[in-house]
C-alpha cells in the first residue's frame, strides 16, 4: 500500500503516481483513465477503453431507465 498526497493544480487537486503504477494500468502521462465510484467506497481507476465506456453509458442510462425493474428482478 502505498500513500499519495493530494496537491493543487491549476484549479483543481490531483494525485502524482508513481511510476509502478502507471507500468500495472499499462498508461502514460497525457492517457486518459476512466474512474468510478464502488458501492463500498473504494475509487477504482481503470485505462480507457472507448469500447468500454461506450458500454458503461449505455448501461447508466439501462440501469436508471429500469432502475425499478432491476431491483424487482434481484429480489426474486
Avoid at 1 to 19: Q, S
Avoid at 29 to 46: F, H, Q, T
Wanted: charged share 30%; aromatic share 6%; glycine share 6%.
Amino acid at each position: 500500500m502505498t500513500t499519495l498526497k493530494l496537491k493543487i493544480i491549476d484549479n483543481g487537486v490531483g494525485i502524482t503516481f508513481p511510476e509502478e503504477y502507471l507500468k500495472h494500468l499499462g498508461v502514460k502521462s497525457g492517457d486518459e483513465v476512466l474512474i468510478r465510484k464502488e458501492a463500498d467506497g473504494r475509487i477504482v481507476l481503470s485505462p480507457y477503453n472507448s469500447d468500454l465506456a461506450a458500454t458503461m453509458e449505455a448501461y447508466q442510462k439501462v440501469k436508471e431507465l429500469y432502475h425499478n425493474t432491476l431491483k424487482a428482478l434481484s429480489d426474486q
